[in-house]
Antibody
Framework: EVQLVESGGGLVQPGRSLKLSCAAS????????MAWVRQAPTKGLEWVAS????????YYRDSVKGRFTISRDNAKSSLYLQMDSLRSEDTATYYC????????WGQGVMVTVSS | DIQMTQSPASLSASLGETVTIQCQAS??????LAWYQQKPGKSPQLLIY???SLQDGVPSRFSGSGSGTQYSLKISSMQTEDEGVYFC?????????FGSGTKLEIK
């Protein structure tokens, strides 16, 4: 059974940092592009970042470019999102997901940016 | 960026009714489109990819069609468990973009 389990969320002040992790199991992690998708409270889905199979290529939405860093460790079947210089508009549930059509999703982790 | 315009924003349907949701891309996405269902408090679920391919385990009453810039999701016989919010998403180019969602309720 495919499982994606996110962790690392919480309440953080504007300008501070947070690192999200996603532990994957039940599939060959290195065979998949991976991505982070977020959803602000009561809002729609917003793609944040993607990473290629070996981590050699990364892609970001403009609003997080230079602040967020996506990475992966295939030996640990884990995906990460380092979020720096956080803003209130980054407040959302962050989902770890697979591919570029997102076929598997984690349960999501809440990130709240507030003073 | 490719803009995805979804319609309607909300609709209600009776049990057994056929439901259609539309999604328009701001440029040709060459069938690079997916549909998702999200129920309250839950993660989204992939229904359709490549505009018309049914994801494993998804009931056959769901179908997708379209080409170029115009796509649609059809539910052939509305069931209670189909209530939720539906999103389209283009997978052709980064940044990957979603439609704003369609809230589907039982009438």
């Amino acid at each position: 059974e495919v499982q994606l389990v996110e962790s690392g969320g919480g309440l953080v002040q504007p300008g501070r940092s947070l690192k999200l992790s996603c532990a994957a199991s039940g599939f060959t992690f290195s065979d998949y592009y991976m991505a982070w998708v977020r959803q602000a409270p009561t809002k729609g889905l917003e793609w944040v970042a993607s990473i290629s199979y070996d981590g050699g290529s990364t892609y970001y939405r403009d609003s997080v470019k230079g602040r967020f860093t996506i990475s992966r460790d295939n030996a640990k079947s884990s995906l990460y999102l380092q979020m720096d210089s956080l803003r209130s508009e980054d407040t959302a549930t962050y989902y770890c997901t697979t591919g570029y059509y997102f076929d598997y999703w984690g349960q999501g982790v809440m990130v709240t940016v507030s003073s | 960026d490719i803009q995805m315009t979804q319609s309607p924003a909300s609709l209600s349907a009776s049990l057994g009714e056929t439901v259609t949701i539309q999604c328009q891309a701001s440029e040709d996405i060459y069938s690079g489109l997916a549909w998702y269902q999200q129920k309250p408090g839950k993660s989204p679920q992939l229904l359709i990819y490549g505009a018309s391919s049914l994801q494993d385990g998804v009931p056959s009453r769901f179908s997708g069609s379209g080409s170029g810039t115009q796509y649609s999701l059809k539910i052939s016989s509305m069931q209670t468990e189909d209530e939720g919010v539906y999103f389209c998403q283009q997978g052709l180019k980064y940044p990957l973009t979603f439609g704003s969602g369609t809230k589907l309720e039982i009438k």
